[in-house]
């Protein structure tokens, strides 16, 4: 059965054009192509990263943090009881009254010793201000760090400024060094995220990023919202590794970069806000609502969305079943783009006019 489905996954017709086949991409005479294998090497890669954030965390995004006027609060835990534990975690963590009364019983303690348990417990679960500084120091370094090695990778590249040459030659397109390593960090990253997601905070809805192949917030609450996460960071993988294999390596690239490019802005407004820093926070903010409309509302649509559903046409009359799946996940992706910036507009509105 494994065997089939994968013969079915690897159909040529899904992936290129007619004519073509698995054994056109072999390397040879100079072109390197891609290879599906190389994308294991994303595991590895991704804990690399974790050790490189958790370095980052400790000994820069802290030390940072107190310069800002960030304190550490340390949380009293409460004492070790393993009856108002197993309640906390399998019942409920507001109990009623009631249910107080009951567990106070059964633990032979007062009311108010209960209560007090609970109100203590709960606060564990709430993550400290120090702690979102340093997550967000984390997203910002990376974000700031692809954005710039990914205009490093396209500024000399032709199809940076004529969108047309994303088609030239395609499929026999050769991949080169730096865009495997573009490729390689950006799904190391996001399978690092999956990997951290369960000690991660819990991160309520932003307007930062698309649903469909990068980190956005989710409008779901715990724990609906780790499901999501799971699913989001999911597909982003699935959907890079699927241009990846496709050799759309080109405009792959630029969507990554196109969607980079605001998002350090918004990770640098969050750490300014836990610093109290407002002045700093509001001007980091409008620079990323700038950037984001720019980026999302304009460049994306009548850029990529352009490249990727009009000029196909004109290197193939017999469209591949890829360009329908990749071409609707992205008008998705623009449709969720438009109600984002319609969320930043009511912010922005809101900033001006009511102070």
């Known amino acids: 059965i494994l065997k089939t ?26 072109l390197v192509f891609p290879k599906p294998h190389q994308l ?30 960030i304190k550490n609060v340390r949380r009293v835990k409460p004492q070790a009881n393993p009856v108002l534990e197993s309640y906390f975690r399998e019942c409920s963590k507001h109990p009623s ?32 201000v120090l702690r979102k500084f340093q997550e967000a120091f984390w997203r910002f370094s990376f974000y700031l ?49 999956l990997f951290t997601l369960g000690i991660d905070n819990k991160r309520k809805a932003s307007a930062s990023r698309p649903v469909l192949c990068f980190d956005l917030p989710f409008l ?60 700093t926070c509001n001007m980091l903010f409008i620079i990323f609502s700038i950037a984001f409309f720019i980026t999302r509302i304009i460049l994306f649509p009548f850029w990529i969305l352009r490249a990727t559903l009009y000029q196909p046409t004109y290197y193939s009359t017999t ?9 609707g996940q992205l008008l998705i992706l623009q449709g969720l783009h438009l109600y984002w910036g319609y969320l930043i507009f009511k912010i922005l509105r809101r900033f001006i006019f009511l102070k």
């Open 5 to 30: 489905l994968n013969s079915w996954f690897w159909w040529e017709n899904i992936w290129m054009p007619i004519n073509c086949t698995w054994a056109d991409f072999v390397d040879r005479d100079g």
């Open 40 to 69: 294991y090497a994303t595991i590895p890669y991704a804990f690399i990263l974790l050790i490189i954030r958790f370095f980052s965390e400790r000994y820069v995004a802290i030390p940072l943090a107190k310069a800002l006027g």
């Open 97 to 128: 009254q009631s249910e107080i009364q009951g567990l106070a019983k059964k633990c032979n303690c007062t009311v108010r010793l209960v209560e007090k348990w609970f109100r203590r417990r709960r606060n564990l679960e709430i993550p400290t």
């Open 145 to 193: 760090t692809s954005s710039i090695a990914g205009f490093i990778v396209l500024y000399d590249k032709p199809w940076f400024y004529d969108i047309w040459q994303t088609w030239v030659g395609y499929p026999f397109q050769t991949v080169l060094t730096s865009q495997y390593w573009y490729y390689m960090a950006e799904i190391s990253f996001y399978w690092s995220l």
């Open 220 to 279: 779901f609450s715990p724990p609906q919202d780790f499901m999501a996460h799971v699913v989001h960071h999911l597909a982003a993988i699935g959907l890079m590794s699927g241009s990846w294999c496709g050799n759309y390596v080109r405009l792959g690239t630029l969507v990554m970069f196109v969607h980079d490019t605001a998002d350090f802005w918004l990770e640098a407004a969050k750490m300014f806000n836990y610093a109290h820093w407002e002045k």
């Open 319 to 327: 469209p591949v079943i890829a360009y329908f799946l990749f071409n």
